[in-house]
């Protein structure tokens, strides 16, 4: 599959990302402005602009909405706070559908604040992030898993962003990977990236980097890869090594996709969201398993070449695709 059939064909998908939906929240300060606080002598960050973006899944419904996918929505929590407010504008902004977002007053809205140098254009302070470390509410878990429960034949494909790294407190609970399991072995395709879970999954496709299967397969007793994907039951699992390729194992053995190293990536940041947004919509076009991982790789090069979690357009992939065929 080409990259030109791929956006065709995406231009007939419907995809519902399911999972930790954050705000991604820029702020430019200026470093001459650093005087210390009258009343505690603590030099303060002067922000004088600032950004607001959709953040973890968010990055994927970016991706897909700036691919053309004919319809793209969210499904989460998030909090009855200004952090929610700003994140469903911004979501709304750009024609993601927001209607399966369950709203909750004891669930903060999930939030990374990043302190940008804007002198320099970039992130040296440490980032204040907003997080929920206790158990989702029982309430908030039911409705999640009767919204993807009522919503999961309207799509043809889930997307799953399982990004809590905490122990709790993230939307991909029990039920809900139970639940999503269910709908992959049921037919559907359900594409997962999990930081800290994937071995907890069934019958669905994997996508992980390589930091990310090594520490799945020690969880697991240091068993192989090729062992994970039997006790997931995946069809297929797909392990990202940055620049050096992509790892691929399905019921046949093991495959590589060998790539061409991107000379000074600007932000590898979302480059594993940017890899699931244009890999799962191929697989879902029937693409091969090298195609697959092929078109997610070329997505995730343009976006690496931008500040943030970027996305790709239309006419930028088809010029990557150009480019690695020179």
């Not at 002598?41 to 922000?47: E, F, G, K, T, W």
């Not at 399991?181 to 019958?203: P, Q, T, Y």
């Not at 699992?237 to 992509?246: P, W």
């Not at 076009?285 to 357009?313: D, E, P, Q, W, Y």
Request: with cysteine; hydrophobic share 40%; net charge negative.
């Amino acid at each position: 599959m080409t990259a030109a059939e791929l956006l065709t064909s995406m231009g007939s998908l419907r995809v519902l990302i399911v999972g930790d939906i954050c705000l991604d929240h820029w702020c430019y300060y200026s470093p001459f402005l650093s005087d210390p606080s009258r009343e505690t002598s603590i030099p303060r960050i002067a922000v004088t602009a600032s950004e607001r973006t959709p953040g973890a899944a968010g990055t994927v419904a970016n991706n897909l909405q700036s691919l053309g996918v004919k319809e793209v929505a969210v499904l989460g929590v998030i909090g009855d706070d200004g952090h929610g407010y700003e994140l469903l504008k911004s979501l709304r902004d750009r024609n993601i559908g927001t209607e399966l977002l369950v709203r909750h007053a004891t669930v903060p809205t999930f939030t990374y604040t990043k302190l940008i140098n804007s002198e320099t254009q970039v992130e040296d302070k440490p980032r204040v992030d907003f997080v929920f470390t206790n158990d989702m509410p029982p309430d908030v878990e039911i409705e999640i898993c009767e919204r993807l429960r009522n919503a999961s034949d309207n799509f043809d494909v889930i997307c799953v962003s399982d990004q809590a790294e905490t122990e709790r407190g993230g939307v991909i609970t029990a039920a809900v990977r139970e639940l999503l399991s269910e709908i992959a072995g049921a037919g559907k395709l359900v594409w997962v990236d999990s930081r800290r879970r994937m071995e907890l999954f069934r019958h669905v496709v994997v996508k992980v980097n390589h930091d990310e299967a090594f520490e799945a397969r020690r969880r697991c007793g240091d068993i192989s890869l090729a062992q994970l994907r039997e006790l997931v039951e995946a069809p297929v699992f797909f392990v990202t090594h940055g620049g050096s390729g992509v790892q691929i194992l399905n019921q046949f053995g093991e495959t590589w996709l060998l790539t061409q190293r991107v000379a000074s990536p600007v932000d590898i940041c979302g480059a594993g969201d940017s890899f699931s947004a244009a890999a799962a919509c191929a697989l879902a076009s029937g693409a091969t398993h090298h195609s697959t991982a092929r078109l997610g790789h070329l997505v995730a090069s343009v976006t690496i070449m931008k500040r943030g979690t970027g996305f790709a357009l239309p006419e930028e992939l088809l010029e990557a695709e150009r480019d690695q065929e020179r």
